[in-house]
């Protein structure tokens, strides 16, 4: 046929591999997807969460074609670092009871939230982050960002909580034992607002996960990769991937 034609056989072959099978586009598609999501999820998703978000938008896909496609193309997602624990359990403060047993569901709002706190390094020192987080909707109610880790630090996330959450009677209200926790202030503001308090056992770090999972991540997706100027663009960092990353747009799973 190429002698008839008058081509070289090198030519029709190069003209017959430019036609894509209808797999080959669709993974191309697929593929420019995948990189979108992961582009806005901050280079943060693997492939699991990845094929979630793609079913969501309609596409008929599974994880294992996405892990290929990401492996292919050298899409990979960021790795969690370790970090210490900064609250201080050595008080003469009162110790409230585990009443959440490692049972971090909860169907209702305001029925269950879990706190923590974490560090910041900037060049300027230390900035001290305390979180609070509903086990129901897996968001960060209420959050306070200090240069001291003090009892006001937590007392200001748990102010903040209450103003966007209103009645909260009957609330579960889990922390690890730091001082912080169980001072005479904060549980005076639990009675307030008719919480109860509960506290992770001694030096068990599987009482609180979830507070620890969401510290792990922003560690992992916000902190880990940049080194901040100045303590104000740390609250700004802060500040835009809470409220405007992960409680509007992040996919959290319980």
Known sequence: MCRVLEVSRGGFYRWLNKFKSRREIENEELLIE??????????????????????????????KRVARLMRE???????????KVTTDPKH??????NLLGQDFTATEL?????????YIWTREGWLYLATILDLCSRKIVGWSLWERVT???????????????????????????????????????????????????????????????????????????????TKREAASSIFEYIEVFYNRFRITRQ
Not at 47 to 61: A, F, P, R
Not at 92 to 97: L, R
């Open 151 to 229: 009892k006001q630090l937590v007392i200001d996330a748990f102010n903040q909580a209450v103003g966007r959450r209103g009645n909260i009677a009957g609330l579960i209200f889990h922390s690890d034992r730091g001082r912080q926790y169980a001072s005479k202030d904060f549980r005076k503001l639990l009675k307030k607002h008719k919480c109860l308090s509960s506290m992770s056992g001694k030096g068990n770090c599987f009482d609180n996960a979830v507070a620890e999972s969401f510290f792990g991540t922003l560690k992992k997706e916000l902190v880990y990769d940049r080194v901040y100027e």
């Open 110 to 118: 305001n029925k269950a939230w879990v706190s923590d706190i974490t």
């Open 73 to 83: 193309n050298g899409i990979r997602a960021k790795t969690k670092r370790k970090f």
């Open 92 to 97: 003469n403060d009162p110790i409230s009871p």
């Open 34 to 63: 995948i990189r979108e999501i992961f582009r806005k999820s901050r280079k943060t998703y693997g492939s699991g969460s990845i094929t979630d978000e793609l079913q969501d938008n309609g596409w008929k896909v599974n994880k």
